[in-house]
T-cell receptor, first 116, second 110 residues
Framework: GAVVSQHPSWVICKSGTSVKIECRSL??????MFWYRQFPKQSLMLMAT?????????EQGVEKDKFLINHASLTLSTLTVTSAHPEDSSFYIC????????????FGPGTRLTVL | ELKVEQNPLFLSMQEGKNYTIYCNYS?????LYWYRQDPGKSLESLFV?????AVKQEGRLMASLDTKARLSTLHITAAVHDLSATYFC??????????FGTGTSLTVIP
């Protein structure tokens, strides 16, 4: 299957700081990427849909000013958690849609964010 | 409201046994995906089911789709310890968004 990388895999930061997470599709072009959040032992919660060259579409209840998404190229989307607080601590996973493989979403390895 | 439900939520089974995980969804869709997640890891794509009656098999796992019943199944044959993981179904809707099931945590006991 297709490969999606995510960086960093693990980050600890102080409250009030911003954290940027990168998501890259390594062997295919992804016009659409997705950002999810997952709490322990729970399913994935879609945060936003990121489309290359346009503004992201956020799900209801997700603050777009807090979770800034940029999809500047066909292989890179970034999620910036601004002014992070302890309640933002979570496992963040990105995915990239591959239209050549029946629109299957391929997932990055995830980023575990801990805000102190 | 879109709902994707999986049954059971937790499953503990002995090696060598068979079992089926069910995925029910509330609104018509023609694409359903199965993923596997190991603890602390991301999701690995297992199957893509694209039409009514579709059946896919890989090793000890077989997935099927009944779009009329809005039901997909993931059948495990002669389970082995390596299959222990959480399995998610995901249904694709407008805009290629995926709606994930609740997940089934499978533990295979030697």
């Amino acid at each position: 299957g297709a490969v999606v990388s995510q960086h960093p895999s693990w980050v600890i930061c102080k409250s009030g700081t911003s954290v940027k997470i990168e998501c890259r599709s390594l062997d295919f072009q992804a016009t659409t990427m997705f950002w999810y959040r997952q709490f322990p032992k729970q399913s994935l919660m879609l945060m936003a849909t990121s489309n290359e060259g346009s503004k992201a579409t956020y799900e209801q209840g997700v603050e777009k000013d807090k979770f800034l998404i940029n999809h500047a190229s066909l292989t890179l989307s970034t999620l910036t958690v601004t002014s992070a607080h302890p309640e933002d601590s979570s496992f963040y996973i990105c995915s990239a849609r591959d239209p050549a493989r029946w629109d299957t979403q391929y997932f990055g390895p995830g980023t575990r964010l801990t805000v102190l | 409201e879109l709902k994707v439900e999986q049954n059971p939520l937790f499953l503990s089974m002995q090696e060598g046994k068979n079992y089926t995980i069910y995925c029910n969804y509330s609104t018509t869709s023609d694409r359903l995906y199965w993923y596997r997640q190991d603890p602390g890891k991301s999701l690995e794509s297992l199957f893509v089911l694209l039409s009514n009656g579709a059946v896919k098999q890989e090793g000890r796992l077989m997935a099927s789709l009944d779009t009329k019943a809005r039901l997909s199944t993931l059948h495990i044959t002669a389970a082995v310890h390596d299959l222990s993981a959480t399995y998610f179904c995901a249904v694709a809707y407008t805009g290629n968004q995926f709606y994930f099931g609740t997940g089934t945590s499978l533990t295979v006991i030697p």
